[in-house]
């Protein structure tokens, strides 16, 4: 990478909120698995469900913030060495994960208050449930979030192996846009 690539980095806010919004994904997706594991203590299963459920809302508002942020600050374009076919898989990819994203954090927002369970971190706040206990819009929404979460991981996958190919094999500037720790 040139010096004149940098200019084609994202700015810090992206960065940032890519990486936190990364880690939280992939510390949930885990949990996610373990915490239904009925062989744990309550207790244990209990703690799994509370960081599950509240790093979700957190995830939920950094992906809106990120939305927001990027409608207002464009990405810096893929160097021309990216083919237009793989442009479009990218734009394509980011696209569909955003939304599978956000109908994750939905869904599994609306099985939870619809169940009539907590969210200990709104509580906390004061933050109404704003979903009726309603017993089908639960079970609806758990269909969803379980459904949903094969095609997200797919496509985290799909994610990081691109990364890894711009940053490993081809060298050419992509990966380093978003990982500025990795820049010569």
Do not use: C
């Amino acid at each position: 990478m040139t010096a004149s690539d940098h200019s084609q980095a994202y700015r810090p806010v992206a960065i940032a909120l890519h990486w936190l919004v990364a880690a939280l994904i992939l510390s949930t997706i885990p949990v996610g698995i373990v915490m239904l594991d009925e062989s744990l203590s309550r207790p244990v299963q209990d703690m799994l469900f509370v960081y599950h459920k509240n790093v979700g809302i957190v995830i939920f508002v950094l992906v809106v913030a990120r939305i927001v942020y990027r409608i207002f600050h464009r990405p810096p374009p893929l160097p021309a060495s990216v083919p237009a076919l793989q442009r479009h898989i990218a734009h394509f990819t980011h696209l569909a994960l955003y939304g599978l994203v956000l109908v994750m954090t939905v869904s599994g927002f609306v099985y939870v208050r619809a169940g009539g369970f907590p969210i200990e971190g709104l509580d906390a706040l004061g933050v109404p449930p704003m979903i009726p206990l309603n017993e089908e819009l639960s079970k609806a929404a758990q269909r969803v979030h379980v459904t949903v979460r094969i095609p997200l991981v797919v496509l985290i996958l799909a994610h990081v192996g691109a990364a890894a190919y711009h940053g490993l094999v081809k060298r050419d500037g992509v990966f380093t846009r978003m990982a500025p720790a990795f820049r010569r």
